[in-house]
Each structure stands twice: as structure tokens, then as C-alpha cells.
């Protein structure tokens, strides 16, 4: 039987039972036969961890990070029983409870009051072991319709007339199968993955993660923009025939889906050897096909080249654009024009707007849910590699076969739409992201926030006033617009609306569920004074 690693007595991490969050605990006693420590927390609470749940206090790397505690929580639970009369005097009443350790006399709560508090959060806490997506039926059938899904929609959008939605085309799988087409997408990949590896841009820290550490991302997006856009206007300088990408179109999307089920199958088999503190919380329950597809191993790293943040904004991403580009040359092509149409234009640069603007601000992906919690697995490389570069792209597909020139004050109003999207989606990003970078800048001062247990604030004013997502409605109202310039004709170029709109209630849903184990009641609070999730006064 194995000794124990902690001493009675002894100052150490504790994790909260069931989720990634750590605090501060002394070690009280150790049981043999379990294997178990009593761990105490800072406000007298006793708990059983496993040796695995517990951290030397040394190699967690705690501290504040611009002001405010992170990683760490103090679960300083007697402050619910003050009856301050407003926000402000909750909040002094928190700083002082929080700060002001060991409690004075009468802030000292009943141990029924703290055993009651613990019993309400433990729902919470076994919440994050449900499974999401359906469970393993779930993310069975997804995988098993994606890929097909795919296709349907791509070859209805090729035929002339798609007006019969429930004619399956027909596709001859063995026709799907190219060498020269598989080599050429695993040269992108590999010419944006020695992008990503040069030295040039600056080095920026992700967030603190559950395992205490910290680690480095390369920022260096934006310029991997650049110089696809500079390759581009050198082949066709050289006339080099960028339609072979059109025209062999499907054997691409089939060579994106075979190195994304690759990747997902080494990912999977590596995460077998990673150390359990290195894996996700998600994706590391359940069955093998859950864990397949939400991917166990949070931040999977060949040396410093970070595998889920390379996928998730190069070749994907910039993959979309390079698509459109080559939709607005077929247009061109096939329909005997010497200008692209107006509908084209506006679907290549307004999404063009929207990458280049992530590319830009790609630090701020680094807090993005997908970086943050998601591990990565079939769910983030079938979507990273395949479902983004060829479904986002879908209304330039639609257009190369389906002509339509809207009219100049039609196209206005498109414009005028997605900006109007745009400003919110870029500064709700930006206000939060400026926030939590610097929670105490004075430029940020006129917008109210309420004090969380954890120590952090959430706003509740300003954009994060207005609704609970405001950069997703942004980001609906734009993707709404992307497909208004193919008409009104058909419902095939509105794909991307509705899956967005379907995806982003989704992810609103599951955000919502770690934001409530990460700050329990108090996120509760926030939902009353912000009742509205995306859409205000409807949803
Ligand atoms: P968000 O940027 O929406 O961040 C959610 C987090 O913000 C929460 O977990 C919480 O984290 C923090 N937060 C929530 N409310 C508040 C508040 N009131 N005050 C301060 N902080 C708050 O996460 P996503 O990763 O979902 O989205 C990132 C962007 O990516 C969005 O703009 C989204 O539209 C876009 N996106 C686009 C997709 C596409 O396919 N086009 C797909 C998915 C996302 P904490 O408190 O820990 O900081």
C-alpha cells in the first residue's frame, strides 16, 4: 500500500469536489484503509480528497493576475448571512471577509450555516460530471452525420436546381479519393504549422490552469494572414490555377475529414499517457466515444507547438478565407464575368472582416471556452479542420452556381447590418477581455460589477449589462447577414444562420453551467439583474 505524500497539519491545494478549482486547505488527517485525506478549508469546512485532488502549496503557482485572485478560491461562505442593503455595502462587506482572515467573532457562522452552503453547492459540483452533448448516443450520431452532412449540403449546393431538399446526390466515394489532393492540404497544414513556429511575435501567458500552471502561446495569426494573402497574389502573379482547389473540391473536403479523424485517433491514443492533471475535465469521463469526441487532453503540446491552439485559428480559419477567395475566382470563371458580383464581394469581405478581426485580437482567444475547458478531440478537430473552412464558406459555394447581384441600396443595408453586429461583437469582446486583463483600470471605472466568491467580478453594466452573451448576439446578427446577399431563393445559403444560432444556445447553455460551478449563488445574482441570455426581452 502506498505511503501518504502529506503531513498532518500541513498547508496545501485542495480541490473542490468536481470541479477544476483549488483552495487553500490544511491537511488533518490521512486514512490508511481509503487512501483519503480530511483536508480543512479556510472557513473550517472538512472534506476527503485523494492524493490526486491535493497540490504541494509550492508548485501551485498562485497569485494574482492583474488584481485578481485566479485559479484559486477561498470559499468564504458566511458572507451570504450579512444583510447589506445594497451592492456596494455586499461588496465591502465581502472584501472584508475575504481579506481579513481569520473572521472576527461575529462573522463566524454556525457550522449548520456552512454544512447548508456545502450541501447547495454539491449539485453543482456533480453537474460537471453529466455528460453534455447527448452523452455517448449523442456524440455517436454526431460523428456518424457530420461527415455526411457535410457532403449533402456541399452537392445540393452544386447542383443547378437544389430545390427537391430531400434528393440525396449521389456521390461515388472512391471518386473522393485523390493523392494529389491529400498532399497538397497536408502542405497547408504543414506551411502554416512552420508559420506558427517562427520566431516573430510576441509570447503571451494562457490562464492559470487546474494543474497550477501557465502556459506560453506564440501570437503570431494576424502575420500567418499576411502571408497566405501574399502567397495568393504571388500564384496568381504566376498564374497559377487556384480553380484546381474548386475543382477538386470534394476530395479536399474528404482529405480534411481523414486527417481530422487521424488527428483525433493520435490525440486520443497520446492522451492514454498524459498525466491525469493534464487532462480536461470534460472530456475525461464517460465512455471511450465520449471522451473520443470531446478529447481528454486539455492543451496537447508537441514540444512549445500547442496542437489545439494551432488548429483551432490557422489553418481552418484562414482555410475559410482562402475558400471564398477561390469561390469568387470560379464565379468569375463559370459565369463569364470580368468583375465578381456584388453578392461575392460582400461575402468575401465581410467575412474577411470577421477573421481578420480574430487574427488580430488572437490573444484574446487564449480565455475562449474551447482554449479554456474543451479538450481536444473529434469536436474541435473535425470543426476546426473541416466544418469551418468548408460550411462557413458555404454562401460563397452557393453563389458560384446560383448568380445573384443585389442592388446597391440592398447591399447598404448588408453593410450597414453587420456592422452594427460587428460593434457589438467587437466591443463586448473587447470590454470583457479589457476587464478581466485589468480589472482596476480607471478607464473601466464607470461600469458596475458584482464581487464573486471566488474573488472575481463579474460586470453588470455596459455591454455584459444588456444580456448575458452580447457577443454572441453580435455574432448572430452577423451571421444572419452573411447570407442575406444570396437571396431569398432557397434556404441553403441560411445554413450557416441556423446552425450558428443553433450552436451558440447551446454553448450559451454550457457556459452557463461552468460559470454557476465557478461562481455558484453569485451567478445566480447576475442572472437576476441580467435576465436576458442573448437576445433582450426575447431569449
Ligand atoms: P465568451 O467570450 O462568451 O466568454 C464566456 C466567459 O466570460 C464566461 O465563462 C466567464 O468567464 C466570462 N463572463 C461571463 N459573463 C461575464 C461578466 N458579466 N463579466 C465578466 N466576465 C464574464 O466565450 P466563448 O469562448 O464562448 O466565445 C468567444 C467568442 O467566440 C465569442 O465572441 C463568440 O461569439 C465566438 N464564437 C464563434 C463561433 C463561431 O463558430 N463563429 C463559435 C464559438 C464562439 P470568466 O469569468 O472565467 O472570465
Redesign the pocket.
Known sequence: MPGRKYEDGEDVMGRWPGSSLYYEVRVVSFDDADQLYTVRYKDGTELELRESDIKKFNDYNIGKRNGEPEGLLRPVIHHRVTQAKNEEEIERSEKVLRYSLPPKREEIVPKEVLEEKVVEREPVAVSAKQLEFGGTIGTFLMMLSMPPALFYLLTKCQQQDPDNLFFVPRIQFTSLWDPAVLGFYILWLILHALIYMLPIGKVADGVLLANGKRLPYRINGFMALLLTSASVAVMRYYKINLLYVYEHYLQFVASATLISILLSIYLYARSLRTPEEDLSAAGNTGTLIYKFFMGRELNPRIGSFDLKYFFELRPGLIGWTLINFIMLLAEMHIQKRDVPSVSMILVNSLQLLYVAHALWNEESAL????IVHDGFGFMLAFGNLVW?PFV?SLQAFYLVNHPMDVSWPMATAIVALNMLGYFI?FS??NQ?YA??KSPDDPKLAYLKTILTLSG?????SGW?GFV??P??L??LIM?WTWCLPCGFTHILPYFYGIF?TG??IH?EIR?ET??RM??GPDWDK?CER?PYRIIPYIY
Open positions: 480565455t475562449c471556452m474551447d469551418v462557413y461583437f463586448a469582446n470583457k476587464f478581466r472575481k467580478k463579474l460586470l453588470v455584459w448575458r452573451h457577443n454572441y453580435g455574432d451571421a450558428l450552436l451558440l454553448r457556459d461552468l460559470c465557478k461562481y447576475y441580467v
